[in-house]
């Protein structure tokens, strides 16, 4: 198949770039694919806690992005839509092998585009060691929902509203549940610090 492409500048534009892969164009579809990889590999890695499921979700994703192309049409958000699916093939690959996963943070990383050298320049390293213990026995009590949410809200930067449409769940039940999660989190660390402890400490 022949790679097009109209217009390099595209590759900055989700929407555009969309477009060109929907008529076609290998390079915008190698070019989505390396954009969100691996942090769609990460997501599924949570949900199935296996790595060859995980990168069996990851493929399956890629190969019927491509071969259903034409069908697809327009999205409001590339993102979304790729999260979205990773998260239904993920289901659907739990659900054929049997298995049940609790929501794992164990290979979560921060959003690179989020600054956490606030908390560096109050605390040191031995109160961030003592700090990530309190934070990782709270995050053991919550719900495999809660730290989806968690995960996607602080880990993957998605606001509340996103994370609804991906988890298809109510936006008031979704900001609800975040609300008792850090109210947890609060009853052990300094609400100050919750935020970004989540954000920097290596906590899984």
Not at 89 to 101: G, I, P
Not at 120 to 135: C, M, N, P, R, S
Not at 159 to 167: F, P, R
Request: aromatic share 14%; glycine share 2%; proline share 2%.
């Amino acid at each position: 198949m022949q790679i097009h492409y109209k217009n390099t500048s595209f590759l900055e534009d989700d929407i555009a770039l969309w477009q060109e892969f929907s008529e076609g164009s290998e390079l915008a579809y190698e070019h989505i694919y390396h954009k969100y990889v691996s942090e769609l590999f990460r997501y599924a890695y949570m949900v199935v806690k296996d790595k060859s499921l995980a990168e069996d979700v990851i493929h399956d994703v890629f190969t019927d992005l491509w071969s259903s192309r034409e069908k697809l049409g327009k999205v409001r958000s590339v993102r979304l839509y790729l999260f979205s699916s990773v998260k239904r093939r993920a289901l659907r690959k739990l659900k054929k092998e049997n298995v049940f996963s609790d929501f794992d943070l164990s290979a979560a990383q921060p959003s690179p585009g989020i600054s956490a050298s606030f908390l560096d320049e109050l605390i040191d390293v031995q109160q961030k060691e003592t700090l990530a213990a309190k934070v990782k026995k709270c995050l053991a009590g919550l719900s495999n929902r809660q730290r989806e949410i968690i995960y996607l809200r602080f880990y993957q930067d998605m606001s509340y509203d996103e994370i609804a449409q991906l988890l298809q769940l109510d936006q008031k039940y979704i900001y609800n549940l975040a609300s008792k999660a850090f109210g947890i989190l609060r009853k052990s660390i300094p609400p100050i610090f919750v935020v970004y402890v989540l954000l920097i400490i290596d906590l899984f």
